[in-house]
């Protein structure tokens, strides 16, 4: 209140010659300029005031001052243009004085450099004082008496503590005014338009919003299955996070539309169909691996597959796997983002020594190797069968006509416990590398002394 008495003081002191005042209250004496009055001895008409500035536009204060009324000092001044505004050469707080013409009830809002102030008086249309205002700031918004018809504008400059009522007077030329970047008096809010870009906010694939001047703006933050949004992108290509900043901007200075910007989620998770997978060596075998990504809205859920060791297993670009050699490999399946899933191949290769010829009753060793076949815990493990005939013929040297039939017999043990093959019994089934022993028994007593021959067939199959 102490800064307002001195705005006044000063105005009255400054003002030698008296003015006709009809306005009454804060600005009592202030010499408000009347076009109705002064306009012949000025040479202003008030057909030259009531050119004044159309609501819903944004002005610069040199586009104001071909439409705005003035005060003055010097009442032997004629003209009507910004360069001879009211101006207080005692570097007065009262700096610099505009009166423009509005419509009652609207809003508006000022765009000045963070060194000015500016205050701002409502008149009705005859120039009635209906409000006597405050100091404003950039940024600032004020919604106008309906009963408003003009508003004068004040500008202050100081230096130091912008605080209001503080800070050093400052004399503020009106050069000063034009050329200062954020000069800017604004009587219709920007629309802003924002492109979701497939995304929505608040259920909807459109959104407008207002902003008036360089008050902080909160955006929307829209959703779209898959994507994080990251941002919103102006029309010169800045992307703006979650608000618009509490500065003067140009490019925003304007109607304009902002574009959603998206960035694609990556897979969180990849899981595949099978932990591990066990293969023959050499028998052609492969195995299609399915893998699934998550969560299930991620938009590219396609994965790439890789072999930890080519010689073991390959692996085609649509999970194929195909066993080489005998090892283990890792198969690994990686979403793009860096999720991945790991199946394991043991690729099973087998060797078993059968005897190259047998003598009857006598046991032989039937080692069998397994490599790779996994471990213990794992379910559906290959097995290697090793099998003969259960019955075998032999025949006597010399004399074809003597026959003699034999039974193969096997054991977990050299010396005893051989038991028959019959019914469709095997010498072995293992998943693991083994020994058994086998034999070749007569099924009846031989009464013919001699040499005797027979063949004996060995199979050996994976399951």
Known sequence: MKKFKIIILCVIIA????????AAGTWSGSGVYIPTQYGKMWNATADSIEKATAPGSVYEITDLYKYSAYLSNDYSYEGNYIENSFHWHNKSRLAYVKLIKV???????????????????????????????????????LQLNKNTGWIMLVFRQVNGDMESGA????????????NSPLRYLILSPFTYSFDMDGGTYNGKSSYKAERWGVEKMNLPEPVKAGYTF?????????????????????????????????????AGEVTLDKPYVILEQNSKEYVRLTASVFPE???????????????????SADGVI?????????????APGGA?????????????????????????????????????????????????????????????????????????????????????????????????????????????????TGSVTFSVSVL
């Open 15 to 22: 003002l030698a010659a008296p003015l006709s005042v009809s």
């Open 103 to 141: 419509n009652g009830g609207q809003k508006m809002s000022f765009v000045f450099s963070d060194e000015y102030y500016v205050y701002c008086a409502e008149y009705d249309s005859s120039f009635k004082l209906i409000k006597a205002g405050d100091w404003n700031t950039t940024g600032d918004v």
């Open 167 to 178: 800070g050093q007077d400052t004399e503020l030329s009106v050069e000063a005014i034009q």
């Open 230 to 266: 990251a941002g919103w992108r102006a029309e010169d290509g800045r992307t703006y996070d979650k608000s618009l900043p509490v500065k003067y901007d140009k490019e925003l200075f304007k109607d304009c539309k902002f574009t959603a910007v998206w960035k694609e989620n990556s």
């Open 297 to 315: 809205e991620t938009v590219n859920k396609s994965v790439s597959w890789s072999s930890s060791d080519t010689k073991v297993a390959e692996v």
């Open 322 to 334: 195909t066993a080489k050699n005998t090892g283990v490999a890792e198969i690994k399946a990686e």
């Open 340 to 452: 991945s899933a790991v199946c394991k191949v043991y690729v099973m290769g087998f060797e078993v020594s059968v005897p190259a010829y047998c003598t009857l009753n006598e046991s032989y060793a039937i080692k069998i190797s397994i490599y790779n076949n996994g471990t213990p815990q794992m379910s559906g493990r290959k097995s290697v069968i090793v099998d003969t005939e259960d019955a075998i013929e032999l025949v006597r040297t010399g004399d074809a006509s003597v026959k003699y039939s034999v039974l193969a017999e096997t054991s977990n043990n050299y010396n005893s416990g051989f038991t028959k093959l019959q019914n469709a019994g095997y010498l072995a089934k293992t998943q693991d590398s083994a020994t058994v022993y086998y034999r070749l028994k007569p099924a009846a007593t031989m009464e013919r002394a001699g040499d005797y």
